[in-house]
Each structure stands twice: as structure tokens, then as C-alpha cells.
């Protein structure tokens, strides 16, 4: 449609992205053969179809069957290189890659191995398309404290090439209070912090993500629109929601786009983002997630300026590279 180059040509940072969400079935394959990594699929065709999820949990236990393929650095940079291609065709000038280092220490892969993978398809990036970006790293919440405390202790030597830590993973029954200490030990260390809440999680969550972690931002905050009080909290100082319409569509967190809360966010005040989650899992990259609400809600040109102004905003460049890009 006549918003496509609208939508492409808008300057956009991505906010929320796991970088093993963005594994294509087609590299999934290419890596399990390198690799010699068995896969529960005979064909690509085969995963995509595997793709119907009823929930997070659901999407979640074939998202980490799927990270086994990854095993090397190179492994690492052809699948962040791939991200890169895909989101400089879509128009991000800055992304913020969120990477789950315990799925591939569990499997005896090193964390050297993860990070240097990606960090050389930062560099690249770079080069090629001008694109900046950032690591967040996420702890998994449904393992214990002290394991993302381990977890940021191999972090160390890389610290200064890290941005951020983020909480992922399964989240009902793993409330941010159960990671205040490890966020704190984050924070002393001088990383930014962004947390997933209220994605299926109560509001409550969301005012402990607040209150007991001092989260500089919310990934997802849909269940936050349950509370007035929490949305004038989160209007109030000014916290940045990195909103994913397909993740939502995908596991279920709406019924259909239609319903899709984003407009009511900036109505409310709210500084909301656009942003892909998984995207080889969802369905679509972060145009197609703009495309995606453009079409099912009726945004606005000005509307979408005004989500795409607020990825800068809400990313964790320095104040004035976000100046530069708004
Ligand atoms: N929620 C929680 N954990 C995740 C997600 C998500 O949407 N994507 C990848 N890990
Ligand atoms: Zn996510």
C-alpha cells in the first residue's frame, strides 16, 4: 500500500529485539548441518508450520529448540548480519539487540563465543549501512538469581561493550522482584536496565519492575493499560514501552490486531515504541509491524512519526545522538 515507503522511509531505532528470534527457518537449517545439530524438522516448510502458538510458554519451548543450531562466533555474526540486512532494508538507523546468553551457556557454548559473534556483525553493520547498535543482555527469569548473577559475572571483561541487562523468558510465576539484587549489581556497574512486564504478567509487575528495579524501560507494558493509576505513573515519568503488535497477535496477548492497544497508549500519553520482538517467529519485521497497526488500527502519518521519534527517545544512545536523530 501507499504508506510502505512512508513507513520504510521514517527514521526508526529498534528497541526490542531478541536476536535468536531473528534465526530464519533457512539459516536454522544451513547452521544445523554445519553445525551437525539434529533439528525436529525435516524441512523449512515444516517449521514455519510448527509456528501456531497459544502462548508465550508455547512459543518460548520452540524458540529455545531452535537456538541449538547456534553453536560458533561465526554463527553468532551471520545471524546478527542477517538482522542487520533486514533491518536497514526496513529504515533503522539504530538497533538495541537483546541477546539470552544462558541458552547457549547451558549447551557449553562460551559466552566469549556468543558476544564476539555479535559484536563483529556490529562492526559490520557499521560499515555497511551507517546503522549503530547496542547489546542488551537478558537474564532468563525462569532461572534462578544466582545463575544471572553468574551470568553477569562472565559479562565482566565485556562490560564496556554492553548497554544494557533486560529480563526475558517465561513471565507469570517470575516477578522482577525475584532479580532486584542481580539489577542492582547491574545498575553499580553503570548498565542501563529495561525489563519485560506486562506482557502476560499482571500490572503488578509492572510497578515492581518500577519500584523494586528502577527499569529505565518496559518491554511490552500492554497489561499496564489494566490500571489508570500505573498509566498515569508511566505517562508521568515519561517510561518508554517497546510495543510489539505481531509478537501480540502471534502469542496471543491480544485476540486480534484490531484490539491492539497502541493507539490508546499515545492517546494515554505514553511514550510507545514499534518494535519486532522475534520477527522470524512473528511474522514480520518492524515495518511490517508498523505496516501491521497502520492498517488494523488507522494510524496517522503523524502517529507514526510519532512512535518512530519516540524509538530515539526511549533508546540509550547519548542525549545528543538522539538529539541528531529527531
Ligand atoms: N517475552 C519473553 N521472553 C522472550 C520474548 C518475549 O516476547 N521473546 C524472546 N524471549
Ligand atoms: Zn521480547
Not at 531473528?22 to 523449512?44: D, G, H, Q, W, Y
Not at 543450531?69 to 542487520?84: I, M, N, P, W
Not at 519486532?276 to 514480520?284: H, I, K, M
Request: with cysteine; net charge negative; hydrophobic share 45%.
Amino acid at each position: 500500500t501507499d504508506i510502505d515507503p512512508f513507513i520504510t522511509g521514517l527514521p526508526k531505532a529498534e528497541l526490542h529485539l531478541h536476536i535468536e528470534g531473528s534465526l530464519e527457518p533457512e539459516l536454522m537449517f544451513a547452521l544445523a548441518e554445519r553445525n551437525k545439530v539434529a533439528i525436529p524438522f525435516a524441512s523449512v516448510d515444516e517449521v514455519r508450520a510448527a509456528y501456531a502458538f497459544s502462548n508465550l510458554q508455547d512459543f518460548l519451548d520452540i524458540y529455545y529448540a531452535g537456538a541449538a543450531v547456534l553453536c560458533t562466533r561465526q554463527d553468532f555474526h551471520d545471524l546478527a548480519s542477517a538482522y542487520f540486512a533486514r533491518a536497514a532494508a526496513d529504515g533503522v538507523l539504530h538497533a538495541e539487540i537483546m541477546f539470552d546468553p544462558q541458552t547457549h551457556t547451558d549447551r557449553g557454548i562460551s559466552f566469549a563465543e556468543v558476544v564476539e559473534g555479535l559484536l563483529s556483525a556490529m562492526a559490520e553493520a557499521k560499515d555497511k549501512y551507517g546503522m549503530t547498535s547496542q547489546l542488551i543482555l537478558c537474564f532468563l527469569r525462569h532461572l534462578s538469581e544466582e545463575a544471572a548473577f553468574e551470568t553477569l559475572r562472565q559479562a565482566e571483561p565485556w562490560l564496556d561493550r554492553i548497554t544494557a541487562v533486560g529480563l526475558d523468558s517465561s513471565e507469570v510465576g517470575h516477578p522482577p522482584a525475584k532479580f532486584a539484587r542481580v539489577f542492582a549489581a547491574a545498575r553499580a556497574k553503570g548498565l542501563k536496565i529495561t525489563v519485560h512486564a506486562g506482557e502476560e504478567g499482571p500490572p503488578a509487575y509492572v510497578y515492581e519492575a518500577l519500584d523494586l528495579i528502577g527499569t529505565d524501560r518496559i518491554d511490552h507494558g500492554n497489561r499496564a493499560m489494566e490500571d489508570p493509576v500505573l498509566v498515569r505513573r508511566l505517562r508521568e515519568e515519561g517510561k518508554t514501552l517497546t510495543v510489539c503488535p505481531l509478537s501480540n497477535l502471534k502469542l496471543c496477548v491480544v485476540g486480534d490486531l484490531q484490539q491492539h492497544p497502541i493507539d490508546r497508549m499515545l492517546q494515554a500519553g505514553l511514550a510507545a515504541t514499534v518494535n519486532s520482538d522475534d520477527p522470524a517467529y512473528f511474522g514480520g519485521y518492524i515495518a511490517d509491524n508498523y505496516r501491521a497497526v497502520a492498517e488494523a488500527r488507522g494510524l496517522s502519518r503523524e502517529h507514526l512519526a510519532t512512535l518512530a521519534r519516540n524509538s530515539f527517545l526511549g533508546s540509550f544512545l547519548p542525549s545528543e545522538q538522539i538529539a541528531a536523530h529527531i
